[in-house]
């Protein structure tokens, strides 16, 4: 099955820096890639998703770029604001030409990002 | 309009019992998703219902069922506890394809 791998496990920056998530996946069936941002005591939250036929995506501070090739996928955060600081988990799963996916994102382990003020 | 709504949001048992969790998706939604998120783990995938069956399963084992409803609620039903059961149980919507709209879950502890 999917294996889901996301790096780093923690991330702290400062206020206005970059921060960047890693994740590769083994299955190169998979076709969409989501990226859950999840608040303490909250469930998570899609922030941003991609599709295999597309290389990047961008949506105001936030863009998934997606790498095909070397299986990988990342998300980027510019110009950082403290309320960005929550756990982010990648995901991928297969989803049929009619865009139903079967149910089973495969998560991966979460990333703890802290923007500092 | 209200979001997933999952009851209760807390829950203590021992070893041995029995629970049902209660989920009520997003208005339109025919799809709903069971996912448990164990302390320092990512999400794993339980169960998948659309219009009232199951459509998937994951890696768990027979005493971790479920059911949807004709109004497209579901329940989570977990036999004979084990103390790895403790977690937060998520379920999430959706309209069949696409974005997973989640609840606040259910923190089971089992002591």
């Known amino acids: 099955g999917e294996n889901v791998e996301q790096h780093p496990s923690t991330l702290s920056v400062q206020e206005g820096d970059s921060a960047v998530i890693k994740c590769t996946y083994s299955?190169?069936?998979?076709?969409?890639f989501p990226w859950y941002k999840q608040e303490l005591g909250k469930g998570p939250q899609l922030i941003i998703d991609?599709?295999?036929?597309?290389g990047e995506k961008k949506d105001q501070r936030i863009a998934v770029t997606l790498n095909k090739t070397a299986k990988h996928f990342s998300l980027h955060i510019t110009e950082t604001q403290p309320e960005d600081s929550a756990v982010y988990f990648c995901?991928?799963?297969?989803?049929?030409?009619?865009?139903?996916?079967?149910?089973?994102?495969?998560f991966g382990q979460g990333t703890i990002l802290t923007v500092h003020p | 309009e209200a979001g997933v709504t999952q009851s209760p949001t807390h829950l203590i048992k021992t070893r041995g019992q029995q629970v049902t969790l209660r989920c009520s998706p997003i208005?339109?939604?025919?799809?709903v998703y069971w996912y448990q998120q164990a302390l320092g783990l990512g999400l794993q995938f339980l169960l998948w219902?659309?219009?009232?069956?199951?459509?998937n399963r994951g890696n768990f084992p027979p005493r971790f069922s479920g059911r949807q409803f004709p109004n497209y609620s579901s329940e989570l039903n977990v036999n004979a506890l084990e103390l790895e059961d403790s977690a937060l149980y998520l379920c999430?919507?959706?309209?069949?394809?696409?974005?997973?709209?989640f609840g606040s879950g259910t923190q089971l502890s089992v002591l």
């Open positions: 999430a919507s959706s309209l069949g394809f696409g974005e997973l709209f």
């Open positions: 299955d190169s069936a998979s076709n969409y």
């Open positions: 991609i599709r295999s036929n597309v």
């Open positions: 995901a991928a799963s297969y989803t049929n030409a009619g865009g139903t996916s079967y149910g089973k994102l495969t």
């Open positions: 208005s339109g939604h025919t799809s």
């Open positions: 219902y659309d219009e009232g069956e199951e459509r």
